[in-house]
C-alpha cells in the first residue's frame, strides 16, 4: 500500500512540474530578452561593464521553463531588477547553434 501512495505521489509531482505548465503551450520569449544576444556577445558586454551575465536556457518541452517565462521572468519588478544589475542572454536549446 506504501508502494502504491508513494507511486501516485512521485507521479503527480511529475504531472505538475512537467505537464501541468504545458498546457498553456509554448510561452512567448520574456521582453528582458529583446535585445538577443549571444552567450559571447553578453560576456564581452559582461568584461566591460563589470556586470555578471544571467543566461536562462530553456527548451519548448521543458514545462518548468515554460512556467518560469510565464512567472518570474515577465514580472516587471524582476524585468527592471535584471535589466539594471545583469548581461541577460536567452539561449532556446531547441534552437541554438554555434553562434549560442
Known amino acids: 500500500m506504501k508502494r502504491v501512495v508513494f507511486g501516485l505521489i512521485v507521479l503527480g509531482l511529475v504531472f505538475w512540474s512537467l505537464v501541468l505548465p504545458r ?4 510561452a512567448p520569449k520574456p521582453g528582458i530578452f529583446e535585445r538577443e544576444l549571444t ?3 553578453a ?5 566591460r561593464t563589470g556586470r ?7 527548451a519548448d ?11 518570474a521572468l515577465s514580472d516587471p519588478e524582476v524585468e ?10 536567452y539561449i532556446d ?6 553562434d549560442v
Request: with cysteine.
Open 23 to 26: 498546457l498553456g503551450g509554448v
Open 39 to 41: 552567450l559571447s556577445a
Open 43 to 47: 560576456l564581452d558586454e559582461s568584461e
Open 52 to 58: 555578471p551575465v544571467l543566461a536562462v536556457v530553456t
Open 61 to 71: 518541452w521543458c514545462g518548468a521553463c515554460q512556467a518560469l517565462k510565464r512567472g
Open 80 to 89: 527592471a531588477l535584471v535589466k539594471a544589475s545583469f548581461v541577460p542572454v
Open 93 to 98: 536549446a531547441d534552437r541554438a547553434g554555434d
